[in-house]
């Protein structure tokens, strides 16, 4: 049992008064649900899904980017990007990675707890849910990731994490610990690339401890890069609010993408934080969890791309 459901048992009975969740219409869908604690707020998607289209400070920017032109719509025949933030399996092949997400998922409130369970896919046999649970002061949220096997036999794949976010900004993510030669001989990560990943491309900037993507509107190529930390995390800073996501990955077993635990991603639209879980086997009836951390932070300022700046400011948050 995980922790976020044990912890919901001591809630089945009555909302946590500092939590409040409550069903409303959203950007077009009636059937969505508001979480917050009055410091912050998202919206997870009745109508389709199971997404959260939107994470912010209460009344704040939506820090999760969102397809106008795909909002308040369900029931098309190929997978729509929307936005916000989903679950997949990895790794990606068409059309398992893109079975359909658009019609209604069940949500069932229980205390403090929301779960969003989608019907079994078609295309797959496997069923997603988020179980997500907020805070009830503060701004972290815990997001349970769970994708059950409802075939009459093994199915192999990762659960993957993905979170588009709102234009402009830029993601950070960490290296595992730095160290000196010839003290360390051994090699500690993959840096993986794609066939378009282009590192002269100037939204890239990487120092000894961190690698930096800006999201441009104006930059139409697509960029790329993967890597594995066992501390996972990747930050989104857009204007002074600052999101990071954090996952705690498992040494030495097996990731997709050359062993890539932490993936991100951006063309002209979004930058995307990815999480990923390890290829599991997953035997008929049973489920993997793959569990994300989220906190926001306000009125963070990065005065250049430095290790010792980056140090400063993310750090402390981190801990």
């Known amino acids: 049992m995980s922790k976020i459901l044990a912890s919901a048992l001591l809630f089945t009975m009555t909302t946590t008064a500092a939590v409040k969740i409550e069903k409303t219409a959203y950007a077009g869908w009636p059937n969505c649900y508001r979480v917050t604690n009055g410091e912050i707020e998202?919206?997870?998607?009745?109508?389709?899904?199971?997404?959260?289209?939107?994470?912010?400070?209460?009344?704040?920017?939506?820090?999760?980017?969102?397809?106008?032109?795909?909002?308040?719509?369900?029931?098309?025949?190929?997978?729509?990007a929307r936005g916000g933030h989903r679950l997949w399996v990895g790794p990606e092949i068409v059309p398992i990675t893109y079975a359909l997400d658009n019609g209604p998922v069940k949500i069932a409130v229980r205390g403090s707890l929301l779960v969003a369970t989608q019907p079994v896919e078609k295309e797959t046999g496997l069923e997603k849910q988020m179980l997500i649970r907020m805070a009830p002061s503060g701004t972290g949220v815990e997001v349970v990731h769970r994708i059950r096997n409802t075939t009459l036999f093994p199915l192999e794949f990762a659960p993957w994490a993905l979170t588009m976010m709102a234009p402009g900004g830029a993601?950070?993510?960490?290296?595992?610990?730095?160290?000196?030669?010839?003290?360390?001989?051994?090699?500690?990560?993959?840096?993986?690339?794609?066939?378009?990943?282009?590192?002269?491309?100037?939204?890239?900037?990487?120092?000894?401890?961190?690698?930096?993507?800006?999201?441009?509107?104006?930059?139409?190529?697509?960029?790329?890069?993967?890597?594995?930390?066992?501390?996972?995390?990747?930050?989104?800073?857009?204007?002074?609010?600052?999101?990071?996501?954090?996952?705690?990955?498992?040494?030495?077993?097996?990731?997709?993408?050359?062993?890539?635990?932490?993936?991100?991603?951006?063309?002209?639209?979004?930058?995307?934080?990815?999480?990923?879980?390890?290829?599991?086997?997953?035997?008929?009836g049973k489920s993997v969890e793959h569990v994300e951390n989220w906190t926001l932070h306000k009125n963070v300022k990065l005065s250049a791309w430095t290790d010792e700046e980056l140090d400063q400011v993310l750090l402390p948050l981190l801990k």
């Open 171 to 284: 993601g950070i993510t960490g290296f595992p610990p730095r160290g000196s030669h010839p003290e360390m001989l051994d090699p500690t990560h993959p840096l993986v690339m794609w066939a378009y990943t282009d590192f002269s491309d100037p939204r890239w900037k990487f120092t000894r401890k961190y690698a930096v993507l800006r999201q441009d509107p104006k930059a139409r190529t697509a960029q790329k890069l993967g890597h594995f930390n066992p501390d996972t995390w990747g930050a989104y800073l857009l204007g002074s609010d600052l999101y990071i996501k954090r996952y705690k990955a498992e040494p030495g077993k097996k990731y997709p993408d050359f062993g890539c635990s932490y993936e991100t991603f951006t063309n002209a639209d979004f930058l995307e934080l990815e999480t990923v879980g390890p290829i599991t086997r997953v035997e008929a």
């Open 42 to 80: 998202l919206i997870v998607t009745g109508d389709v899904g199971p997404r959260v289209i939107r994470l912010g400070f209460a009344g704040g920017q939506n820090l999760f980017k969102e397809f106008k032109e795909q909002l308040g719509k369900s029931g098309e025949k190929d997978w729509q």
